[in-house]
């Protein structure tokens, strides 16, 4: 890992950069690909199945013998890890409801707002080597708290026509029944156009590939929402002279098996610690079965080095990390001083694979820098916040000669119409 | 208005269609903007200030003393009004301030999201024939709330250098400094990347024509998020037999007077509320100084008779308006049949305008149907939610298992060894 004693200030920039990924060749084919959905719906669906997944298939959609016999093909183990994750998924996310209280603004003035679910919402879960079943959990759990009344999920199948079982115990332990067995961009132009058989949905959440990544950014400026830009995972720790190496050592190397464009960084305030934390990762790299992969994101990566714990928070704002490990005492006390971060782990025992999976919070982040301007998966991420409001003839008459006198002043004439022809008639009664 | 009586369901898609505003032939000429402004910096922005607003401009920031004089050019009565909007828009985002609690999913694990303000935002606010200091209040106020460090206002100036007064007066009465005279797509852009005058920021809020929106989305797929997609403005107005046509009419004209394109809908249980309706408009369009604009958004507009109100609001969440009056009596009792709608109105006082100017709900809302999948700009648009979490080391222990099963049914095996490491170090103790 490439190693720096206390950058000044204007390296940072040079330092927080991500790789850039230019994606814009893929316009045209993964353009092609919605099209060709759009117009011929599930014969499009099977062709690029064919073609890409190497698989005929007749029914797209998981029916409901292969649902059900994804149980007999789970390890009872998995069952309980998968009810213990869901339970804590549950409980935080079901935190994250409020009912807003109606405020009366001005006498007689009296607004609120109301969340309601997207009424249709498309989960993405990528297929490949590991089955992500903990994703499915991440973002099937919110949108049912939510209330989204259709949840659509897309997955790949493999080439004997079948989905990853874990993946469908998941879906099925959690009551989501709508299943399509088509992978990449063509699955998000399923669920963005509908199909004959795919239904039709307004958001479209979950990771993928840069084929399923360009496809969401597509479909996005056609009117369907996304839950975030993608980009590759990072983790950046901070820790002191007292932190366990070993542990920082698993911590980095955990993210660095994600593969070669995850970006792992760790800045800490003890020169000592970046030797033994090197120590510790080359003992540790060695028993992982991914060893050439992490191995070659550590090449990539960064550690650096600070006077103060302060100045490490600062760097580490400045590089607004998707996960960020505050691997020190008292990690409490520096929770104000965070700014730009996705999800944060406070001391030693708070391991980011917590995070991924078990201990409740959501896993679906912004990272490539975007945690400074974009929040995580959560119950929100699947409502739309509407607004509401109640004028009685007094709450009018208190607030009218504003309306009117601004509306006059943007030479809106009409605006100020609606409530002078109310104001007449009050005036009247 | 085009008419029509009790349309069957599967009429419905083509009558809730929006007019598609085609924009890929934007996509050079405005890529070119901002690629110029990237490279060149205020130098470009100058050229493009020159070109389109037809002013040369040394100073591209507003100065303190064009601040100050704001306020000698504007009316008490404009000042009052503002006083007005601001104390109710404040009162009503200030509610939408939570502060979530700590949950405790399993025993010694903690989790829990804090609130942080954006950085830093960019506010873009359209010159033009109206100058739209209602939008300013209706950005800046939630992110002050929000705690965005810094607020940068764009807006352009006529072609004296000036920038509009009311726009001023409000920017300084909200203690809005860092105002720049940029107009367009080349506001965007300054915004997006910085400038030698105007600081990058990560966020961009505001309306504008076609080509502020289509430099919106660009920079939108380059990691600048945005507010929401645009679209042109719309109202859907639900009324029957006992509503006030002069009221509906005054609504129907208060918001074709926006523009051509805008979407002017009347859905009604009552064939005679039609007639009255359209009598009443054509009385008041007299009056109207955009009369001759209205008549044309009123062209392309719609009426619709439904046999009952539960009908009528189905039509409208398939419609999902931006604005929704329910101009009915005890439109309350209707509320939970709203699945679909920026902003609801209800009762026969709870004019559009109201919302727009003074209420103190927020006016910059999802149009275009994307009130199906998007809500309108709060506090919480102006905020990351971050999620924290602290594990004790019984609460490692207590779901330690679970993480290491599904990391290891993930493939994940250094993820798993993260807590394996850990746990093995607390069996030592």
Redesign the interface.
């Known amino acids: 890992m490439k190693t720096i004693y206390q950058p000044p200030f204007q390296e940072w920039e040079q330092l927080i950069k991500r790789p850039t990924i230019k994606t814009e060749s893929l316009n045209e084919s993964i353009s092609m690909i919605l099209n060709q959905v759009k117009l011929r719906g599930d014969e499009a669906i099977r062709s690029f199945t064919s073609l890409f997944d190497e698989v005929q298939l007749t029914d797209l959609q998981v029916n409901q013998e292969e649902l059900k016999a994804s149980s007999k093909l789970v390890s009872q ?2 069952k ?3 009810e ?2 869901a ?2 998924i549950k ?2 996310h079901q ?2 409801v ?1 009912t ?2 109606v ?1 009366e ?2 006498d007689g ?1 009296n ?1 609120w ?2 969340s ?1 679910g ?2 249709r919402v498309g989960l993405y879960i990528p297929g490949g ?6 994703t499915l959990l991440m973002l099937a759990i919110p949108a049912q708290i939510a209330g989204c009344k259709q949840i659509v999920l897309c997955t790949p199948c493999n080439k004997q026509g079948k989905v990853n079982e ?1 993946v469908l115990y998941a879906a099925q332990y959690l009551g989501i029944d709508t299943i399509f067995k088509i992978g990449g961009a063509q699955a998000i132009a399923a669920m963005a156009y509908g199909t004959e058989s795919v239904p039709q949905v ?2 479209i959440f979950g990771p993928g590939n840069q084929y399923v990544t360009k496809a969401k ?1 597509l479909v ?2 056609q ?3 996304i839950d975030m ?1 993608a980009g590759p995972s990072e983790v950046l720790i901070i820790a002191d002279e007292q932190s ?1 190496a ?2 920082i050592a ?2 980095l ?2 993210q ?3 593969g070669i464009d995850s970006q792992v960084v760790f800045v800490t305030t003890s020169t000592k610690k970046i030797e033994e934390v090197n120590e510790a990762i080359n003992k ?1 790299l060695e ?4 060893k050439e992969l ?1 191995k070659q994101t550590l090449n990539n990566s960064l550690m650096v080095e600070f006077a103060t714990l302060k100045e490490c928070i600062a760097f580490s704002n400045a590089y607004a990390p998707e996960h960020l490990i505050l691997n020190i005492d008292h ?2 006390q520096y ?1 104000d001083l ?25 896993h679906t982040l ?1 990272t ?9 998966v ?1 119950v ?1 991420s699947f ?11 007094q ?2 008459q208190n ?1 009218g ?3 009117e ?3 006059e ?11 002078s ?2 104001l007449k ?1 009050l005036s009247n009664e």
Chains 1, 2 share one sequence.
């Open positions: 183990e998995i309980q890890a998968i213990v994750a339970s804590n409980k935080f935190s994250q409020h807003e209280e405020i603004t001005t003035v607004c707002r109301k309601v997207i009424e080597t590991a089955p992500l079943f903990s874990v307004y958001k950014e996005q400026t009117g369907v929402a830009p366990d070993e542990f698993a911590d190397l955990s660095a098996e994600h540790q028993e992982l079965p991914r992490a990690a409490e929770v965070v700014v730009n971060a996705g999800s944060v782990f406070l001391g030693a025992y708070s391991c980011e694979s917590a995070g991924d999976y078990a201990s409740g919070t959501n912004p490539n820098g975007y945690a400074k301007n974009y929040s995580g959560s929100d409502v739309k916040k509407i607004t509401f409001q109640q004028l009685t003839k709450g009018l607030i000669k504003a309306i006198v601004m509306a002043a943007e030479q809106l004439i009409a605006h100020k119409n609606a409530v022809i109310r008639k």
